[in-house]
């Protein structure tokens, strides 16, 4: 039980820093003149 709980939590962190990065390369290619390149 302890073990799903703990999986579980992993992909809910991978998945808070997934959508983190997306986020930073979204407004960085926005301030980038070479944003076309993303």
């Known amino acids: ?3 799903i709980v703990l ?3 992993r ?3 991978v998945g808070i ?3 983190m ?3 930073y ?3 960085l290619s926005q301030n ?3 944003a076309n390149l993303y």
């Open 17 to 19: 820093s997934n959508s």
């Open 7 to 9: 999986r579980n939590a």
């Open 25 to 27: 390369i979204t407004v």
């Open 32 to 34: 980038n003149p070479m």
């Open 11 to 13: 992909y809910f962190e």
């Open 21 to 23: 990065n997306c986020f």
């Open 1 to 3: 039980m302890s073990l």
